[in-house]
């Protein structure tokens, strides 16, 4: 079969959010929502969160005693 006739599995994963920050999440995909005038997930805010800012997460948490 060719390649491009191929179905791809995708590399999606699940993770829980809970609570207090499953709301924040909420909060923040509506307010980017509104201000782009577009449909804005919740899942492309973690998407952005992990693209941008994984790093200084990293460092931080290395960094807590």
């Known amino acids: 079969?060719?390649?491009?006739m191929?179905?791809?599995?995708?590399?999606d994963t699940?993770?829980?959010i809970n609570?207090?920050?499953?709301t924040r999440l909420q909060k923040a995909a509506l307010d980017v929502s509104i201000a782009k005038q577009q449909i804005f997930k919740m899942s492309e805010v973690v998407q952005y969160l992990i693209d941008n800012y994984l790093e200084d997460a990293v460092k931080d948490l290395k960094n807590q005693k």
């Not at 609570?19 to 499953?22: A, V, Y």
């Open 19 to 22: 609570g207090e920050r499953n």
């Open 6 to 11: 191929k179905k791809q599995k995708r590399a």
């Open 1 to 4: 079969m060719l390649n491009f």
């Open 14 to 16: 699940t993770v829980a």
